[in-house]
């Protein structure tokens, strides 16, 4: 209509557990918001029937009007002042919605901190002032009642009930936990000119307010912190209060950033001399930097061949050239060593994004990327999603770790979403590992991604010299359960040259148990399909699956038997036979238990770096990067617990982890040795890892995965349901599975429905599909169909979950 102002409208993605999809609603704009409003920004809005209001981002906004007849509503209010989402992250959702099988919402809230998802309050809102007094007086003067979990049984059912009468409503309130850290600073206002004035105004005895005034024009036009001021100076907080009620000083808060590695040592380092090798690769890939190609480099380097001195020169080329660079490394705590090396380099351009850091810090990392000021970022997985621009290098260091993969939606795979945004920046992206994963060496091999190598050691050292032991033979004469007579003599000879050893204790699937010798009881978790394990720092069995905790039994609770006791290996039993064989061995154990502390794995690996210990004792977290001069010897206590696995991926795991671990040993200026314990002396994995062959332990498992129509020959895509109950869930899988054979080509392959191999967890029980399959134009359409049908799906509460690319058919 002429005349009339044109309305503006939001398309929005909302936040409504259990009734997503991944269509944006339309929302009228107030016309108070419309300059204000962008793309990007986070927004609450209305939803549903009643007074519920969400959190919700914009996509796009138009004068569009929609040909939508029922009643538009209006947003509340913006989140934000500026767009927190930028278009690349808005093109990068859409596509891994679709790609993950993933709703909208959950790839948006994901790439940003925590403390920026919704947090929601909800509160009861009395509609009727007619109820019991009991009930009335739990209301505040606005008729409001604070609703949480830890309500009262009772109370909450009254209160269930007053609701079915609409006698109250709940109300949603959105709060924006994204808090900006502020320290008030303190400014001067005395100067030589003004100082006199206040001093003779003073009285003789008032020492204090002299001595005040004179810190003030020492000051002169630096602003310090008010905390740190009143302690140099034995100020209290009064006293300054009073100083700015005199007008001597104002108060000022700035914004600043919680530091996360304030305390953490790093020494600067230089860029050292490449080899031949090394300039290979750094050469070819700055060239990337500059042509501004999206190459994808496969750089395949032996262990302690210097992978890492290539990342950090072709970042800096990449800083010369006013560009940034993304580094992903797999669980940062897990790599200490490497984050030195990178702040060693490239000092306060670095922002770190990791588990460690806390919700706030995590958040003034982010911004910190955000307004440009740090050029290089290092981080686990989720920092794939940093919000750099001018993006010159991605960096993916043990680019075949599996923690790269998120296991709850949205299931992205990191290396998928750095090549994505390599594409968008036209960067180069950088693979780095000694054991590529076979998707990735199998991509090289057909030129999809580029392969560079490094084939040395630094300093011409040789690979270290592997020996198999077959625990079968060895364990006929073994000192202890855990250490046969020749891992034993090697450790002694090491130990004697004053040379450092490494043992790690491989947990996979092998932790302790309890069992009766009597009938042979082994306890449970009530929830869950698996044995609790013991843990002897808390004195407790614990389920590793929900968390169960009860006491360490006594008594066999089936037999009133005394005799139970734990089996399996611990970390804590090795420790103790250690001690026995070695009484006088400074042993640091390294595991979940003593690693729980923040930044505890930094300073023990800080104490052995010192050599306040002979050796290292852990788990599989002691087998990447650690890059110590006087470690000689490796030794694996049990190579085999995870070729047991019934999974595809398990013999790449074991050549993995015992090559790694490998190459902690000999790599400065002494040869390295490894002593491997194992109960599958013939497995080609094992075989394989012994003489170190990467490349013939490729080609024969490509051979098996092109048998068995596994990755990379074949797509895979898993399907999981799960009920409370065993029947609804295997029922409804069969139904998936009619519907699948209706969409797939005679060429894909489905395998199950079968009961996961952890059937129940946390009483929910879990069937599953595996689909696999070369090319299927119609599946991705069915899949999406059905993640959204599963929300409504009768009977009510079916889980769902659909994973492209499953790290394992377990
Ligand atoms: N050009 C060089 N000259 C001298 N020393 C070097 C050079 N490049 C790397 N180094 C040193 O060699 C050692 C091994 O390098 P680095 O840790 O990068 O190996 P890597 O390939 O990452 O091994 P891994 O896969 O086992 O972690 C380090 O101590 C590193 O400082
Ligand atoms: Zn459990
Ligand atoms: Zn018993």
């Given at each position: 209509m002429r005349g009339e102002r044109m309305s503006l409208y939001a398309q929005v993605i909302v936040d409504v557990p259990t009734m997503q999809t991944n269509k944006p609603y339309t929302y009228l704009v107030p016309s108070e918001l419309e300059e204000q409003i962008q793309a990007g920004m986070r927004c609450v809005v209305p939803f549903g029937k009643g007074s519920r209001k969400i959190q919700g981002f914009v996509l796009d906004v138009s004068n569009q009007k929609p040909d939508e007849d029922f009643e538009i509503k209006k947003i509340i209010s913006l989140m934000d002042f500026v767009p927190v989402l930028n278009e690349e992250a808005l093109q990068l959702a859409d596509w891994m919605a679709n790609y993950t099988f993933s709703f909208k919402i959950s790839c948006l809230q994901t790439m940003l901190p925590n403390v920026m998802r919704a947090g929601y309050e909800k509160s009861i809102r009395l509609l009727d002032e007619n109820v019991e007094p009991e009930i009335k007086k739990l209301f505040d003067q606005n008729n409001l009642l604070a609703f949480d979990d830890k309500m009262d049984a009772k109370i909450r059912r009254k209160i269930y009930g007053l609701r079915k009468k609409d006698k109250v409503e709940i109300v949603y309130h959105v709060n924006d936990r994204a808090r900006v850290k502020e320290t008030e600073f303190i400014k001067s206002k005395i100067t030589a000119e003004n100082i006199s004035a206040f001093l003779n105004a003073q009285r003789k005895t008032a020492t204090k307010k002299k001595r005040m005034l004179e810190k003030l024009l020492d000051l002169g036009n630096d602003s310090v912190e008010r905390i740190k001021f009143q302690k140099q100076n034995s100020f209290t907080s009064n006293d300054v209060k009073q100083a700015e009620n005199s007008g001597w000083l104002s108060l000022v808060s700035k914004e600043t950033y919680r530091n996360p590695s304030e305390n953490a040592t790093t020494e600067s380092s230089s860029p050292r001399k490449l080899t031949a090798e090394q300039n290979v690769c750094v050469t070819r890939i700055n060239q990337a930097i500059e042509q501004e190609e999206s190459d994808v480099f496969l750089l395949q380097g032996v262990t302690g061949s210097g992978k890492t001195e290539v990342y950090l020169q072709t970042i800096a080329h990449a800083l010369k050239l006013s560009k940034k660079a993304l580094m992903l490394v797999p669980e940062i705590s897990l790599t200490p060593q490497m984050v030195r090396r990178v702040k060693?380099?490239?000092?306060?351009?670095?922002?770190?994004?990791?588990?460690?850091?806390?919700?706030?810090?995590?958040?003034?990392?982010?911004?910190?990327?955000?307004?440009?000021?740090?050029?290089?970022?290092?981080?686990?997985?989720?920092?794939?999603?940093?919000?750099?621009?001018?993006?010159?290098?991605?960096?993916?260091?043990?680019?075949?770790?599996?923690?790269?993969?998120?296991?709850?939606?949205?299931?992205?795979?990191?290396?998928?979403?750095?090549?994505?945004?390599?594409?968008?920046?036209?960067?180069?992206?950088?693979?780095?590992?000694?054991?590529?994963?076979?998707?990735?060496?199998?991509?090289?091999?057909?030129?999809?991604?580029?392969?560079?190598?490094?084939?040395?050691?630094?300093?011409?050292?040789?690979?270290?010299?592997?020996?198999?032991?077959?625990?079968?033979?060895?364990?006929?004469?073994?000192?202890?359960?855990?250490?046969?007579?020749?891992?034993?003599?090697?450790?002694?000879?090491?130990?004697?040259?004053?040379?450092?050893?490494?043992?790690?204790?491989?947990?996979?699937?092998?932790s302790s148990f309890v069992m009766c010798r009597e009938c042979g009881f082994v306890l449970k978790c009530p929830n869950c399909d698996i044995s609790l394990t013991l843990h002897m720092d808390t004195h407790s069995m614990k389920c590793h699956y929900c968390g169960h905790e009860e006491s360490i039994p006594r008594i066999c609770p089936s037999c009133r038997s005394n005799k139970i006791r734990y089996y399996g290996t611990g970390t804590q039993k090795v420790e103790e036979q250690l001690h026995e064989l070695l009484p006088n061995a400074r042993v640091l154990r390294m595991d979940v238990d003593t690693t729980r502390r923040k930044g505890a794995h930094e300073r023990l690996l800080e104490r052995f770096g010192r050599h306040e210990a002979d050796i290292l004792l852990g788990t599989q977290m002691i087998a990447k990067g650690l890059d110590f001069p006087d470690v000689t010897l490796v030794g694996v206590l049990n190579a085999d617990t995870a070729l047991g696995l019934p999974d595809f991926r398990s013999s790449e795991k074991t050549f993995q982890l015992l090559t790694q671990v490998s190459g902690r040993a000999g790599r400065a200026d002494k040869n390295g040795e490894v002593v491997i314990q194992t109960f599958n002396k013939e497995h080609y994995a094992i075989q394989f890892a012994c003489t170190q062959e990467y490349e013939r332990f490729y080609a024969y498992e490509m051979q098996l995965r092109h048998r068995l129509g596994y990755p990379p020959y074949y797509f895979t895509i898993k399907i999981t349901a799960s009920y409370d109950n065993e029947a609804d869930a295997c029922r409804k899988m069969y139904e998936i599975r009619r519907e699948l054979s209706q969409v797939l080509s005679k060429s894909a392959k489905i395998l199950g429905p079968t009961p996961k191999a952890i059937m129940r967890v946390n009483n929910r029980y879990y069937y599953q599909i595996v689909i696999e399959y070369k090319k299927e134009p119609r599946l991705e359409e069915y899949l999406q169909d059905l993640l959204v049908r599963s929300q409504t799906d009768e009977p009510k509460g079916l889980k769902l979950i659909i994973d492209r690319d499953p790290i394992s058919f377990m």
């Open positions: 060693g380099r490239f000092g306060p351009k670095v922002a770190m994004l990791h588990s460690a850091l806390s919700d706030g810090e995590r958040f003034d990392e982010w911004r910190r990327i955000e307004r440009g000021e740090a050029q290089v970022v290092v981080g686990a997985r989720s920092a794939v999603f940093a919000p750099l621009d001018r993006i010159g290098i991605i960096i993916m260091d043990e680019e075949h770790e599996t923690s790269y993969k998120q296991d709850e939606m949205p299931r992205y795979n990191a290396r998928e979403v750095a090549i994505w945004r390599g594409k968008h920046h036209h960067c180069p992206v950088v693979l780095g590992s000694a054991t590529p994963s076979l998707e990735s060496r199998a991509r090289g091999q057909k030129s999809v991604y580029q392969r560079l190598l490094l084939t040395k050691r630094i300093n011409g050292r040789p690979m270290p010299h592997v020996e198999l032991v077959d625990m079968r033979e060895a364990l006929k004469s073994a000192p202890s359960p855990d250490f046969s007579a020749e891992l034993l003599t090697k450790i002694k000879e090491h130990l004697k040259r004053d040379e450092q050893v490494v043992l790690m204790l491989n947990r996979r699937g092998y």
